[in-house]
């Protein structure tokens, strides 16, 4: 027996050369872990990448989406309470009909325009004045429909009222002191608005509605 050979051992275990015998197999623990982890790296790096084509290809990841909809939420937020003090406009005293004298000018070549059409604001409820040809500085000047012409308070009130009934009038303001208006019918004028479409406009007027919320806010919830 060999020297090297361990006391009671022999047989196969016997060491003929210069060797010691190798008892069991080596242990491979080490490459285990260390193949682990760069699995789970690939893993990680492949399921990195993956999501990032998603969001190349779909417009986005979830947390973008997220993010534009809590900025959208802010945005109506924000709208509606900078537009709460104003979303329903301030009620104005518009003067009614009766308390607004019309003088009807003709300033058009067509006989009788000015009469049939301060008859017919007279049904209307308003308060008639002079009726007459327009005067020079307006007569066979005025292409459009009509203009109304008063003080400069009218814009205030009588020349919005006024308005509705005379589709596309001008206004305009002189130096006059007196509440009266002109009514000046222009070579384009055919006839006063429609009855009915004078008084939805009207109606629109005394009684504006309450601007619309931003496009894309949820309606408030009920109290």
């Known amino acids: 027996m060999s020297m090297l050979t361990p006391p009671g051992m022999g047989g196969k275990y016997r060491v003929t050369g210069t060797a010691y015998p190798r008892m069991r197999r080596p242990r491979r623990r080490g490459r285990i872990v260390l193949a682990t982890v760069v699995a789970a790296a690939a893993l990680g790096g492949a399921g990195w990448g993956t999501l990032q084509l998603i969001d190349v290809f779909g417009g986005g990841s979830s947390s973008t989406d997220a993010a534009k909809r809590t900025t959208a939420g ?39 325009l000015a009469k049939s059409t301060a008859d017919e604001l007279k049904k209307r409820g308003f308060a008639i004045g002079k009726i007459g040809n327009a005067p020079v500085a307006y007569d066979k000047k005025v292409p459009g429909s009509a203009i109304l012409l008063g003080a400069p308070a009218a814009t205030q009130g009588v020349f919005p009222v006024l308005g509705t009934q005379v589709k596309g009038a001008a206004t305009k303001t002189d130096t006059r002191t007196t509440a009266d208006v002109d009514l000046i019918i222009g070579t384009a004028f055919t006839t006063l608005a429609a009855p009915q479409d004078a008084t939805a406009a009207m109606t629109a007027l005394i009684n504006p509605k309450p601007k619309p919320k931003p496009t894309g806010c949820a309606p408030d919830a009920k109290s």
């Open 74 to 112: 802010s945005a109506c937020k924000n709208a509606s309470t900078a537009a709460a003090p104003s979303a329903r406009p301030t009620p104005v005293a518009f003067p009614k009909p009766g308390d607004i004298t019309v003088n009807v000018y003709n300033a058009t070549p067509r006989s009788g």
